[in-house]
């Protein structure tokens, strides 16, 4: 105790006679564990002299089954943690051991250990008559709740930790079994014992305690077993960590990581559903930090390929789309891009059509280091205007031939002419054939010119809805004759509706051609027209074709809708539209296999429309 310096003279005197008086056992050791000082308490419990004592090895004193541990916790002790009191057994000189209690171990700078600890012999033997008195001061300086049952799970002690954090005191508990173990883990009891009595000399369990206001709290208890002199189980030594705040913290962490996940499953959900690929690319370090997964269904190419060579689509996609997506990638221009290029797969040789955004992202110098790209796919929307375009075309090329087929029925008129003035001098019977012909292709033309022409104004006039089936009817009979199908009619006397009847010759048209369409092999095509009882005139188109599946039916008038080859998939969308124009409907039924049923339905005139 040389090295106390204080001004008080007297306080070194009023120490040593402390450390003679207490039965606390005060014990320094250097690294190694050999006693450099012992206070008489030590000498007392040992029953030894001092000067047999000194430089002598502390673990010589300790019962060859503890020295395992004790050497453990007091020389190997992790000096951030706090010290958890646990017991040894002593040896006496007569060969009989006696337990102590440990409960404060400090390293000092110069490298010895300050060790207290307690002589629990005297605290067992008088456990009835125990009283705050008898616990011991430095029993009570350890901040870790600590107690002692007797073999029975009786109280004998417990600190003031214990009183703080349970809220019994030791007076109420002294002899009774511990109410602090609720009533469904009582069976840990036995089970401890049996495991202290097969030999094991410090056990450790995560359970639950209750507080005397009935909460719960959760706990790591660790039990140490107190020998009597014949070295038979005489009391236990549990210890109590309090885990709580750990467990909440835990359970805070479990929970953010869960919402954590369920964020990122989330986002990965995203990226891997959208049509877009987004990308984050390191210029430095010429690699990607961030691809979106839709990259693998998008362009074919595997995540893990793109981020180990950011290169790889090298491989993938002729030299054109390479370079300009390696231009994209390494781009260090800090101005965000918008560009448009095609992808060719080298493989397959499909092309599709791809828009980037590239948005530079600068660090604190202002110097391009990432940049995000967003790529999408527009090959669809490409084709779409493409068709559009190309339907101006035939706009262009419908003009062209209408001013051409004007030009042929001018000659065509002569011939004729000459044909029949011919035939009436030579008298030859082919005349009469060649005059028919003649006017079968004015006929054409005529048709033709009508359809062809360009639409200046809409007039509604009083028609035989009849005649105009009709009409259509042998404008397309070359073209049925030519697939093998042929017309059924059946027409209802009187169907006059007010219309164009340019347009709805279009709609028909339309209906007839994807009806013979419908029936590559050839079929029979009925057209019939009838008045309903509702004032409405309807024109049935039935075909005996492959017909229409369900979702399909949903989605005619949708523009472009074609399963065609070279289908437009505007037909229907425009006799949809001249149908509602003239305030009629358009129905259709169809089966799969057999064939499909249009019905139009137009309002039948009424005077006023003549
Ligand atoms: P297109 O004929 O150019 O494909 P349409 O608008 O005329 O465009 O028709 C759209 C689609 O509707 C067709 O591609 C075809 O799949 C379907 N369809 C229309 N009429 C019939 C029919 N009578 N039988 C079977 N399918 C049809
Ligand atoms: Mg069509």
Redesign the pocket.
Same mark, same amino acid.
């Given at each position: 105790m040389g090295q106390i310096n204080v001004e008080n003279p007297f306080i070194f005197e009023a120490l040593q006679w402390f450390s003679k008086k207490t039965k606390d056992i005060f014990l320094l050791l250097d690294k190694k564990g050999i006693i450099k000082y012992a206070n008489s308490a030590f000498e007392t419990c040992i029953q030894i002299p001092n000067s047999d004592i000194e430089n002598s090895l502390l673990f010589d004193f300790i019962h060859p089954d503890d020295v395992k541990n004790t050497v453990e916790k007091l020389l190997f002790m992790n000096p951030d943690q706090q010290f958890i009191p646990f017991t040894s057994r002593l040896k006496q000189k007569n060969g009989t051991y006696s337990s102590i209690l440990w409960t404060s171990c400090e390293y000092t700078e110069e490298g010895s250990i300050k060790l207290i600890c307690h002589p629990l012999k005297d605290i067992i033997d008088s456990r009835d008559s125990i009283s705050i008195g008898w616990r011991s001061t430095f029993f009570d300086l350890t901040d870790t709740a600590a107690d002692i049952v007797d073999v029975d799970g009786k109280v004998i002690l417990v600190n003031r930790a214990f009183e703080e954090l349970y809220g019994w005191t030791q007076d109420e508990l002294t002899g009774k079994r511990l109410p602090i173990v609720p009533q469904h883990l009582e069976f840990e009891f036995q089970n401890v014992m049996q495991r202290l009595l097969q030999g094991e000399k410090l056990i450790k369990l995560q359970t639950v305690r209750q507080r005397r206001d009935g909460t719960l709290i959760p706990i790591n208890l660790m039990i140490t077993p107190v020998y009597n002199e014949t070295c038979e189980i005489s009391a236990l030594l549990g210890v109590t960590e309090n885990i709580s705040e750990l467990m909440e913290y835990k359970m805070l962490v479990k929970l953010q990581n869960e919402t954590l996940e369920a964020e990122e499953r989330l986002l990965l959900d995203i990226t891997k559903n959208i049509s877009e690929v987004i990308c984050l690319f390191d210029i430095k370090k010429d690699k990607f930090l961030y691809v979106s997964p839709s990259i693998e269904k998008s362009w074919g190419i595997k995540l893990e390929d793109i981020y180990e060579n950011p290169l790889c689509f090298e491989d993938k996609f002729d030299t054109d789309a390479s370079n300009n997506l390696i231009e994209i990638f390494r781009s260090t221009s800090g101005i965000s891009q918008a560009l448009e290029f095609n992808l060719t797969d080298k493989d397959s040789g499909q092309t599709r059509w791809i828009r980037a955004e590239i948005t530079p992202i600068t660090d604190k110098d202002g110097t391009v280091t990432r940049h995000i790209s967003i790529f999408k796919d527009v090959t669809e929307l490409k084709e779409k205007t493409n068709q559009i375009k190309q339907l101006d075309q035939l706009g262009v090329i419908g003009q062209l031939a209408a001013g051409i087929a004007h030009e042929i029925r001018n000659p065509l008129t002569s011939i004729k002419g000459f044909v029949q003035l011919l035939a009436e001098e030579t008298n030859h019977q082919f005349g009469e054939i060649i005059t028919s012909e003649i006017e079968r292709i004015e006929f054409i033309m005529n048709e033709f010119l009508i359809l062809a022409k360009p639409q200046r104004e809409i007039v509604f006039k009083k028609e035989n809805v009849n005649t105009v089936v009709q009409e259509v009817i042998s404008f397309m009979r070359p073209e049925a004759v030519l697939n093998n199908v042929e017309f059924v009619t059946k027409f209802n006397s009187f169907p006059f509706v007010n219309c164009e009847a340019k347009q709805i010759k279009q709609v028909i048209i $339309?209906l007839i051609k994807?009806?013979i369409?419908?029936m590559p092999r050839g079929g029979k095509l009925h057209i019939h027209t009838l008045s309903t009882e509702e004032g409405f005139v309807m024109i049935k188109v039935r075909?005996e074709?492959?017909?229409?599946s369900k979702e399909?039916l949903q989605r005619?008038s949708e523009p472009f809708?074609? $399963?065609?080859e070279k289908?437009?998939?505007?037909?229907?969308?425009i006799s949809n539209k001249i149908i509602e124009d003239h305030k009629g409907s358009i129905e259709f039924f169809?089966e799969l296999g057999k064939g499909?049923t249009v019905e139009i339905r137009l309002p039948l005139a009424t005077d006023i429309g003549k």
């Open positions: $339309n994807n009806a369409e419908a075909d074709g492959i017909g229409i399909h005619l809708f074609t $399963n065609k289908g437009t998939g505007l037909g229907l969308m169809s499909t």
